[in-house]
């Protein structure tokens, strides 16, 4: 992929939902996006080309969508308390619905593992793992100590972490029992794994951080500094040495690996003017994109540089997905705005 971080991205294609945007993702091999709103509609979007709508607008919020990491399979749940899936085998088509998982209980979180098509689903303590193309249960726990806050599959797939109330237990893929916990004294409500899988940070309740080396899971860091509550974890890539960046309050905070490996040093970065609800990095390059209540979306380098500011509405964004590959941003506002940013040709 060709470095292209520091051109502007210029808004592409434009669309509207009903409700403000809960979701948006790209198909991880072609040029397809999929948003969701609070309307219960879920929309498909190709080559910047009119809205095709998936499933109809019907008063129960859509929280979760997400593809299968070969694209195959798009998944979406919520309020309903139905796992809704799509066939995506066929690029000339649109996705194909088959056959529905009721649950019957608001669906908090979706996360597919990265090789397989198996798809992990919590509503309220409840984790299952789905085998998707054989419509079976292949495992099902229940998180000990509260509700499910976020699911993470490690970059391998050999593990899944979940969090919740006191932490963060994570469970073998191989024989589906729990391998390690990470204890907090308050609740980890988001975490994510880096991308070589060597570091797992917990985002917690009391504004700290948790980071354990999963080479050597007795070395953990308890981190301060982050001046509001942590809405969001993201590792950028493409470093030499592992970067976290945090949305908390109006900042991002971007957490930087000494170079003995010993401490994390944490950079306060401002640029925007009210809460930053998202921030994502790039997959494949060392640039993040932020957004926040204030109407903005930042793009930022790793040295905590702002790049460019998109905007697009007067109302709050809500919503950001990269695409996998290229350099294509999705943005999604309070309004229910979609905008389709690019690299000009």
């Known amino acids: 992929m060709t470095d292209n971080s520091r051109s502007e991205l210029q808004l592409a294609w434009q669309g509207q939902l009903q409700d403000f945007v809960t979701g948006l993702v790209f198909a991880p091999s072609s040029c397809e996006l999929v948003a969701s709103s609070a309307a219960g509609e879920v929309v498909w979007i190709a080559e910047q080309s009119e809205i095709v709508v998936l499933q109809e607008a019907n008063g129960q919020s859509i929280d979760r969508i997400a593809f299968s990491a070969d694209g195959h399979w798009l998944a979406a749940g919520g309020q309903a ?74 970059p391998t797939g050999e593990y899944l972490a979940v969090a919740g109330y006191k932490g963060v237990e994570i469970w073998s893929l191989k024989d589906w029992i729990k391998t390690y916990s990470l204890n907090v004294d ?59 960046a945090v949305a908390s309050g109006t900042t991002i905070v971007l957490w930087n690996l000494n170079s003995d490996a010993t401490m994390w040093e944490g950079q306060l970065v401002e640029g925007h003017q009210d809460i ?40 709050k964004f809500t919503s950001l997905s990269w695409h996998p590959d290229r350099l294509y941003l999705a943005t999604g506002s309070h309004t229910g705005e979609i905008g389709w940013w690019e690299i000009p040709a």
Do not use: M
């Open 81 to 154: 308390g139905r796992l809704s899936i799509w066939n995506c085998q066929d690029a000339n088509i649109p996705p194909r619905t088959v056959a529905p998982v009721d649950v019957d209980r608001w669906i908090e979180q979706l996360a597919w593992h990265p090789t397989k098509p198996y798809l992990a689903v919590s509503y309220g303590s409840q984790v299952q793992i789905w085998d998707v193309p054989k419509s079976t249960e292949i495992a099902a726990w229940k998180f000990a100590k509260s509700s499910v806050f976020d699911l993470a599959w490690h």
């Open 276 to 315: 930053v609800t998202v921030a994502i990095a790039h997959p494949q390059l060392p640039i993040l994109a932020s957004a926040g209540a204030d109407g903005y979306t930042c793009i930022w380098s790793a040295q905590g540089e702002i790049e460019q500011i998109l905007t697009q509405s007067v109302s």
């Open 186 to 244: 308050t609740a980890s409500l988001n975490i994510a794994w880096a991308s070589d899988g060597r570091y797992l940070a917990a985002g917690n309740l009391d504004r700290t951080l948790t980071i354990v080396d999963w080479d050597r899971p007795e070395d953990i860091w308890t981190l301060q500094g982050c001046p509001g509550k942590i809405r969001q974890l993201t590792w950028l890539v493409g470093k030499t040495t592992p970067i976290l």
